[in-house]
């Protein structure tokens, strides 16, 4: 690729960084948001637009497959102990900061400026993860994805879903613009809905894996603990894309709260961005490798992680409300 393509390449990828921004302020991304929806109200809203970004992701990979431009994919990992310790940790750092890795974007995005310590506890965590935990390194798999193996028979189930939830939504925004006198304002409410919001982010991940290959943020981080130069200038640049595209998406969505910084939400984030650091390294992958990338390509590791990681929000939830309700019950009538 000369210089020129490779530019257009950044730029696009850039664009797309920002626009999945944009897109974690309108779409129900946040692990921990999901798993309180699911305590609380008995509903998974949210856990099924995250299933369905994962979706459009494996439909998309199926087709750059068929067509013979993908990549090279990440490897596998085997099922280990550090599967299930990583995502135990990966949960309890997002209970923690009370957000996972996307759920930091947007409340960031939204003014709630202590989220600014997630990527840099995050970096710590990738620094100090060696001293804190003796595990081996994870031994790749050379194994192909069933999702890959099976590009064709993929590509056309995924055209058809596609169609089903394309083809509806753009008539009813057109009907709706219509009796509104503004088609592109009818457009924007159903592509900004939070259900829909999701599959943007999956569609803009595949055009930036299509365009410089697999990209996700939390591995930016990682690479700069470790001091790898590879595709780190890339990396920071869709990076920076990501966060204004946060900022503008919680502009725009009236979700604008500027709030005063506090040591204790400082400190509660940057404990958060260890843990959750700690947590994908042993996997390895955060919520957003595992979504986006693990669990489209029907890994095993991705899918037992992910589980792992919302028990342990779930758990902690739990146990958190057990001890507020005994206390409240102790507490002298006021």
């Known amino acids: 690729m000369d210089l020129m393509l490779f530019s257009v390449a950044v730029a696009v990828s850039a664009l797309c960084a920002g626009v999945m921004g944009f897109a974690i302020q309108r779409g129900g991304t946040c692990t921990v948001a999901a798993v309180d929806e699911l305590l609380s109200k008995r509903r998974a809203n949210r856990l099924l637009a995250m299933g369905e970004a994962s979706l459009w992701v494996a439909g998309g990979l199926a087709l750059a497959s068929m067509l013979h431009v993908l990549p090279a994919m990440p490897a596998a990992y085997p099922v280990s102990v550090w599967i299930f310790v990583g995502g135990a940790l990966l949960?309890?750092?997002?209970?923690?900061?009370?957000?996972?890795?996307?759920?930091?974007?947007?409340?960031?995005?939204?003014?709630?400026?202590?989220?600014?310590?997630?990527?840099?506890?995050?970096?710590?965590?990738?620094?100090?993860?060696?001293?804190?935990?003796?595990?081996?390194?994870?031994?790749?798999?050379?194994?192909?994805?069933?999702?890959?193996?099976?590009?064709?028979?993929?590509?056309?189930?995924?055209?058809?879903f596609a169609a089903w939830r394309v083809?509806?939504?753009?008539?009813?925004?057109?009907?709706?613009?219509?009796?509104?006198?503004?088609?592109?304002?009818?457009?924007?409410?159903?592509?900004?809905?939070?259900?829909?919001?999701?599959?943007?982010?999956?569609?803009n991940f595949v055009v930036i894996l299509l365009l410089v290959g697999v990209w996700a943020y939390t591995d930016v981080l990682a690479q700069l603990a470790r001091g790898t130069a590879m595709r780190l200038a890339l990396g920071i640049v869709c990076l920076i894309a990501l966060y204004v595209g946060a900022l503008a998406g919680g502009w725009t969505a009236a979700r604008w709260h500027s709030t005063r910084v506090s040591v204790g939400g400082m400190l509660r984030c940057f404990g958060g961005g260890v843990l959750m650091a700690w947590g994908s390294l042993l996997i390895p992958g955060s919520n957003d490798g595992l979504i986006l990338i693990g669990m489209p390509l029907l890994r095993p590791y991705a899918w037992l992680a992910?589980?792992?990681?919302?028990?342990?929000?779930?758990?902690?939830?739990?146990?958190?409300?057990?001890f507020v309700i005994a206390g409240d019950a102790h507490s002298p009538a006021g």
């Open 91 to 160: 949960g309890i750092g997002a209970w923690v900061e009370q957000a996972c890795v996307f759920g930091a974007i947007a409340r960031f995005g939204s003014g709630e400026w202590s989220y600014a310590a997630t990527p840099l506890g995050f970096y710590v965590g990738c620094l100090s993860v060696g001293s804190v935990f003796p595990a081996p390194v994870a031994q790749k798999l050379a194994e192909t994805s069933p999702v890959l193996r099976a590009a064709g028979i993929v590509a056309a189930l995924f055209i058809a």
């Open 167 to 203: 083809l509806p939504a753009l008539k009813s925004a057109w009907t709706d613009g219509r009796a509104t006198s503004s088609v592109a304002r009818g457009l924007a409410s159903r592509v900004w809905a939070p259900h829909a919001a999701t599959a943007v982010i999956g569609v």
């Open 306 to 322: 992910f589980a792992t990681m919302c028990v342990a929000i779930a758990a902690a939830m739990l146990l958190q409300r057990r």
